[in-house]
C-alpha cells in the first residue's frame, strides 16, 4: 500500500492498482484515514462536473515511510458532497523512485500488451 498525505498528514491509502506506464500515471481506490475528515473540506469542485471534487498538492509515501518525488498526487472525490459515491487517488511524473521501480507489474502488464486502465 502507498501512504497519501497532506500537509504531513496522512489522510489515506492506496495500493494504486491501475496504471499507464508510457504515461507514468498510478491510479486506484482511495481508502480515507480518519484525518480525510478534515482535508476534504479543502477539496476544488471540477470545473468539467459539479459532482466531482478534486484534493490537490498531496504527498506519496512507501508503506515504510519513504517519500516518492512525484509531480502529481490528488484524491478525487465523486457524487454529492454529503454523500460521496467513493474515491480515486491519481499520480504522474514519478522522479524518485522511478515508475518502473515502483510499478513493475504494470510496466509487465503494458508489455504484455494488456491494457489496465
Given at each position: 500500500?502507498?501512504?497519501?498525505?497532506?500537509?504531513?498528514?496522512?489522510?489515506?491509502?492506496?495500493?494504486?492498482?491501475?496504471?499507464?506506464?508510457?504515461?507514468?500515471?498510478?491510479?486506484?481506490?482511495?481508502?480515507?484515514?480518519?484525518?480525510?475528515?478534515?482535508?476534504?473540506?479543502?477539496?476544488?469542485?471540477?470545473?468539467?462536473?459539479?459532482?466531482?471534487?478534486i484534493?490537490?498538492?498531496?504527498?506519496?509515501?512507501?508503506?515504510?515511510?519513504?517519500?516518492?518525488?512525484?509531480?502529481?498526487?490528488?484524491v478525487?472525490?465523486?457524487?454529492?458532497?454529503?454523500?460521496?459515491?467513493?474515491?480515486?487517488?491519481?499520480?504522474?511524473?514519478?522522479?524518485?523512485?522511478?515508475?518502473?521501480?515502483?510499478?513493475?507489474?504494470?510496466?509487465?502488464?503494458?508489455?504484455?500488451?494488456?491494457?489496465?486502465?
Amino acid at each position: 500500500m502507498f501512504l497519501i498525505y497532506s500537509d504531513g498528514v496522512l489522510i489515506g491509502q492506496s495500493a494504486l492498482e491501475h496504471g499507464d506506464p508510457p504515461m507514468g500515471v498510478a491510479l486506484g481506490e482511495f481508502i480515507p484515514a480518519a484525518a480525510f475528515a478534515a482535508a476534504r473540506l479543502e477539496a476544488v469542485v471540477s470545473e468539467q462536473q459539479e459532482d466531482i471534487r478534486i484534493l490537490r498538492g498531496l504527498s506519496l509515501r512507501t508503506s515504510d515511510q519513504k517519500l516518492i518525488r512525484c509531480t502529481h498526487v490528488a484524491v478525487i472525490e465523486c457524487g454529492e458532497s454529503s454523500n460521496p459515491i467513493g474515491w480515486e487517488v491519481e499520480c504522474m511524473g514519478f522522479e524518485s523512485p522511478s515508475y518502473a521501480d515502483l510499478f513493475p507489474n504494470h510496466v509487465k502488464a503494458y508489455d504484455a500488451g494488456i491494457q489496465d486502465r
